[in-house]
């Protein structure tokens, strides 16, 4: 696809994700327009003075809960990043209406305006806590994939494609255990985990911004696109980022897992295999997403892509090297 004639648009633009899949583009695809849409003006300031300030660049004060802001900014659009959501799993707990506001309603929101106003393409961030969740937040993204998927159906005639994204925990993103950990080391020298047991899938930044521009070229609609991504053990993390620090055991918290899946059992039916990816097709086929038949292969029986029995692992050293640069950052003071 060429990115050249294309007017791309960021909802929660001003985040972790937002501001690298926006550098990735301004430096490598160089789309005609690219809309950050967020509701934080102060974060949009702080973007552009940062140096988040091009020609092509528009800033557009929104929330994905106001539809009627959502039309406006998506008039000659031609793909949307949905990557607006309430992430935090407390929070979550604690506010499940703002929580269902924003990452389901909003997500309802992002769907309509994009019908109405002929968005060709619409890539949804989803989560692997939406796989058999057991916090609200998964619980939200869940039913946020099954919008996007099913608006397919809505389309009718239309060119409009929706399609979703779904990884695991993000290296230092916004929320991310890692500078906290660092926070730790710094103050006292003790970490606090909640299981010594638990595991995570991992990915950069930088990988799942560029995962999103490759599913959002290769979608035909209608699918859930999962990476094949390494997993890493609570304890080497800290050990990583403290070798030698006693681990301070507080138990598991409300809506937490010990392990994350990205594709279930039941799901890995209607999923094929790809080199580096696996693709969830639509159950149905209705419309566009199972023309991935033809390229990957199906997944055996019984499969289960979880953290806990996934094959690729991330040693102490591996997670070393990947939190260098969320270290170098914390010490300059751009991470809080």
């Not at 849409?37 to 702080?46: A, F, G, T």
């Not at 990452?103 to 058999?132: H, P, W």
């Not at 990816?277 to 499969?303: H, I, S």
């Not at 991330?314 to 270290?327: A, G, Y």
Request: overall charge neutral; some cysteine; aromatic content about 8%.
């Amino acid at each position: 696809m060429d990115w050249n004639d294309k007017v791309v648009l960021v909802t929660g633009g001003t985040g972790s994700f937002g501001k690298k899949f926006i550098q990735i583009m301004l430096k490598e695809y160089h789309p005609a327009k690219l809309i950050v849409y967020s509701r934080d003006e102060l974060k949009q300031h702080e973007m552009r003075v940062s140096g988040f300030d091009h020609p092509s660049l528009r800033y557009f004060i929104g929330d994905v809960r106001d539809l009627s802001r959502l039309e406006r900014a998506f008039q000659g659009v031609d793909i949307v990043i949905h990557a607006a959501a309430l992430k935090q799993v407390p929070a979550c707990e604690y506010n499940p209406m703002e929580a269902i506001k924003t990452n389901i309603l909003g997500s309802q929101n992002v769907v309509d305006a994009a019908l109405d106003a002929g968005v060709k393409r619409v890539v949804a961030l989803s989560t692997d806590k939406a796989v058999n969740p057991v916090n609200l937040y998964g619980a939200t993204k869940l039913a946020a994939e099954k919008l996007f998927v099913q608006s397919n159906a809505y389309a009718g005639g239309k060119a409009t494609r929706f399609a979703c994204v779904r990884y695991g925990n993000v290296v230092g993103s916004r929320g991310s255990v890692v500078p906290v950990f660092l926070k730790q080391r710094a103050s006292n020298g003790k970490l606090t985990i909640t299981d010594e047991r638990m595991t995570r899938f991992w990915i950069s930044l930088e990988q799942g911004a560029r995962f999103v521009i490759r599913c959002a070229e290769q979608m035909h609609g209608g699918e859930v696109f999962v990476p094949k991504i390494p997993s890493m053990s609570i304890v080497d993390l800290a050990r990583a980022v403290a070798p030698d620090a006693e681990l301070n055991v507080i138990g598991i918290r409300p809506g937490e897992k010990l392990h994350e899946v990205l594709i279930s059992e039941d799901e890995a039916r209607s999923t094929v295999e790809l080199d580096d990816m696996f693709v969830v097709m639509p159950a149905e086929a209705l419309w566009f997403g199972r023309e991935w038949e033809k390229v990957g292969k199906p997944l055996p029986d019984g499969f289960r892509y979880a953290s806990n029995s996934n094959p690729q692992w991330l040693s102490i050293e591996d997670i070393r090297k990947m939190i260098e640069p969320i270290e170098t950052e914390y010490e300059q003071g751009a991470i809080a």
